[in-house]
């Protein structure tokens, strides 16, 4: 079955540490997407890739890092930088980066502060 | 700038009523709209998308929005809610920008009552 998965399901971060969280995709989509969702509020987008060794920033990138050095893989390092990372976290893929082209969702992963 | 509002946070109905959840955007062309729902602690799934044409939008499990220009709403309705439509449901619009392509309402929850 073609479809996103992200692990781990719970993640713990311990102050000062570096996580990451992994995202892997068979839907031969070129796109792929990082989202932070927060209770009670939207999806925001943190990075975007639009092709393999190339992403962009998204409106929270801050604390932030990826990469994407294979097409069916983005994962999204969580720095000691970023101060409030308690969320949970969204993947998503899709063919291209339209605006009208529906994005995949992965089943998130989340992150606990020790 | 672009935006999306959903302006119930919370909607409790009971089993076999109907639905509307709200939806109201802000975008000076065109807009590209789409609901998707997100059951508790998973991926968000698309239940329909509105490019152009018929205002009337058939999604899956029995879904259905409206497209009103004049009132810049995108209302997402069901005749009659079942146990499992029970989570959280997000309006998008499809936007013009390098920074993201989606931006997201904050969501509605929908509870059923038994």
């Known amino acids: 079955d073609g479809g996103i998965t992200q692990s781990p399901k719970y993640l713990f971060r311990k102050e000062g540490q570096n996580v990451t969280l992994s995202c892997e995709q068979n839907?031969?989509?070129?796109?792929m997407y990082w989202y932070r969702q927060d209770p009670g509020q939207g999806l925001r987008l943190i990075y975007y890739s639009q092709i393999v060794n190339d992403f962009q920033k998204g409106d929270i990138a801050e604390g932030y890092s990826v990469s994407r050095e294979k097409k069916e893989s983005f994962p999204l390092t969580v720095t000691s930088a970023q101060k409030n990372p308690t969320a949970f976290y969204l993947c998503?893929?899709?063919?291209?980066?339209?605006?009208?082209?529906?994005?995949?969702f992965g089943p998130g992963t989340r992150l606990l502060v020790l | 700038a672009q935006s999306v509002t959903q302006p119930d946070i919370h909607i409790t109905v009971s089993e076999g009523a109907s639905l509307e959840l709200r939806c109201n955007y802000s975008y000076g062309a065109t807009p590209y709209l789409f609901w998707y729902v997100q059951s508790p602690g998973q991926g968000l799934q698309l239940l329909l998308k509105y490019f152009s044409g018929d205002t009337l939008v058939q999604g899956i499990k029995g879904f259905e929005a409206e497209f009103k220009r004049s009132q810049s709403s995108f209302n997402l309705r069901k005749p009659s809610v079942h146990w499992s439509d029970a989570a959280e449901y997000f309006c998008?619009?499809?936007?013009?920008?390098?920074?993201?392509?989606?931006?997201f309402g904050s969501g509605t929850r929908l509870s059923i009552r038994p």
């Open positions: 998008a619009v499809g936007r013009y920008s390098s920074a993201s392509k989606i931006i």
């Open positions: 998503a893929s899709s063919s291209e980066t339209s605006r009208t082209e529906t994005q995949y």
């Open positions: 839907l031969n989509h070129d796109a």
